[in-house]
């Protein structure tokens, strides 16, 4: 007789109910593991849409800030602007354009590639001590633009202050 078989109880593989068991398991970490990505994923464009706003906001007070201070001539169209004070026209709802006026159309298929975008300039003297006594009484212009997304909820703003020098 040989007395090197194991008995019947030791032997491998699993039961129907261990096999029930252990998918329940793996199905509820997948769902946790899958809850988490979802929820990561909602949030993940705020930062891309606040990175653009912000490109945006700075592209346009880049534009501006390399204008004369003074008026030079009455401009019409964005394309025409001449002077700080031109880009007081540009307000809410205005839908981003570059310098020449022509809505951002990046891969050249005719459509607006930034929809959801509006920006809003201002332009105002600057009325604060500082800038009447420290600038010669010549004063400053102080720009602001805003920068919103309808996705997003909150605006872009960045201000500069420009002098005539």
Known sequence: MCMNRMPYSFSRGVTIIELVVSMVIITIAVAGVMA???????TS?????????LAIAQSYMDEIMMQAYT????????????????YNA?????????????????D?????????????????LCTN????????????KKITIVVSHAG????????????NY
């Open 71 to 86: 008026p030079v001539a009455s401009a019409s169209g964005r394309s025409n602007y001449n002077d700080v004070d031109d």
């Open 129 to 140: 001590v500082i800038c009447v006594s420290d600038l010669t009484n010549q004063g400053a």
């Open 152 to 163: 997003l909820g909150t605006d872009i703003p960045i201000i500069a202050y420009r002098t």
């Open 90 to 106: 540009i307000t809410a709802g205005s839908s981003i354009e570059d310098q020449f006026g022509n809505l951002i159309d990046i």
């Open 36 to 42: 988490l990505f979802l929820g990561t994923s909602r």
């Open 45 to 53: 464009a705020d930062p891309m849409v606040r990175a653009q706003s």
């Open 108 to 124: 050249m298929d005719g459509l607006d590639d930034l929809p959801g975008y509006t920006v809003e300039v201002t332009i105002a």
